[in-house]
Each structure stands twice: as C-alpha cells, then as structure tokens.
C-alpha cells in the first residue's frame, strides 16, 4: 500500500507540473533549489524550503498545502476515481 501511495503522489505531481503554464524552474532559482535540497538532507522534517507563492514552509507545510492537492489534480487528469485518489493520497496525508 506504501509503495502504491508514493507513487500515485509522485506521479500525480508530476502530471501536474508537467501540464502547468509555467515551468516550476522558471519559478524558482537553482540557488533556491539547492538550498531546498540541502536543508532537507541535513534538517529532515525540520528543514525550511522555499516554494514559490508560499514562501518559506515545513515539509509536511509543502505537501499538505501544495504538493497532496496537485498530486489529486493529476490522478483526476488520469481519471482515476475520487476513492482510489483519497485511499493512496490518504496514506501519504
């Protein structure tokens, strides 16, 4: 069920960002970008990461507000139904 639940959060935020208007690189500096990546490394749950329209959040800030919503817009752009999004998406949650 794990397993399942990431990747339908993956790859639902993938569909995501891959269909937007523009790119989240274009958003968002490499510097920013990395330092995303090394807060995450060294502080975990704990880190401050900088998303663009958010500003500066937790991770579980980031997935709860941001990423948990866009990875049910691409599974529903899949079709998948609203039941099997809440079981995958809910483990994540």
Do not use: C, H
Not at 43 to 51: F, K, P, Q, T
Not at 80 to 90: I, K, P, Q, W
């Amino acid at each position: 069920l794990d397993m399942m639940a990431n990747a339908a959060f993956y790859y639902g935020v993938l569909r995501t960002l891959s269909e937007e208007d523009r790119p989240l690189w274009t958003k968002m500096s490499f510097a920013a970008a990395e330092a995303n990546f090394m807060a995450a490394a060294r502080d975990g749950m704990d880190a401050r990461l900088y998303w663009p329209g958010l500003g500066e959040v937790t991770p579980d800030e980031l997935i709860l507000r941001q990423l948990l919503p866009m990875a049910d817009e691409g599974l529903r752009r899949w079709e998948v139904a609203a039941d099997v999004r809440d079981r995958y998406l809910g483990v994540i949650e």
